[in-house]
């Protein structure tokens, strides 16, 4: 686990209802890449997460296919023997993300993609290249389930990101372009959930 300058990390936190939301914002860090994942994987710690890629999140550079972009994507995961569930949807142009309007430089109904995997603290080192390319949603696994049982709730929800969060309450959205985070957690895992966080960072 590596310790990073707290001079140069924000941490902000929303109360709700029944939860909390933790925004970590890391930019300043001369390695931020370095603190993304060891804060994912600490977070992960021994659970499962279902890690969700969905390609309304992800910011691509004029002359990338988002469509060449996914079929990487699903070579990885086969090379890797990952198992894991794709779903296509029709999307607009309009859409938020971390709470900033975003829109799209299309003016007709797009191809979206939502893939599905299942992933421990242990494979994040090999899933850097897949986290460096794409914002990733993480829902954090609390009870035993197999990863067959955790690929049917995805694909039961199609891949919905209210109802996945509905259904694990604990979940990182990592955003690549801005290097921030949003953590949300139940009310009664808030104070072990912070201090992980704070073990990151310098007094």
Do not use: W
């Not at 929303?14 to 300043?28: A, M, P, R, W």
């Not at 990338?64 to 296509?88: D, P």
Request: hydrophobic share 35%.
């Amino acid at each position: 686990m590596g310790i990073f300058n707290k001079n140069k990390i924000t941490i902000k936190k929303e109360i709700e209802e029944n939860n909390t939301k933790i925004y970590v914002d890391y930019h300043k860090l001369k390695n931020p890449n370095e603190y993304k994942f060891s804060l994912i994987k600490d977070l992960i710690g021994e659970n499962h997460s279902i890690m969700v890629i969905d390609t309304q999140l992800t910011y691509t550079d004029k002359g990338i296919n988002i469509e060449n972009k996914v079929k990487a994507l699903i070579e990885f995961l086969n090379e890797h023997s990952i198992s894991y569930q794709k779903i296509t949807t029709k999307s607009d142009n309009n859409f938020t993300m971390l709470g900033i309007p975003m829109k799209l430089n299309k003016t007709s109904k797009v191809s979206n993609y939502i893939i599905g995997f299942v992933v421990s603290s242990d494979d994040i080192k090999k899933l850097e290249s897949i986290i460096d390319n794409f914002n990733a949603i993480f829902y954090i696994v609390l009870e035993d389930s197999s990863i067959d049982e955790l690929l049917n709730v995805f694909s039961s929800a199609k891949g919905d990101m209210e109802e996945l969060s509905n259904r694990y309450p604990f979940n990182i959205y990592n955003d690549n372009f801005f290097y921030k985070s949003r953590i949300c957690i139940a009310e009664e895992k808030t104070e072990d959930i912070e201090a992980v966080i704070q073990r990151h960072v310098e007094n």
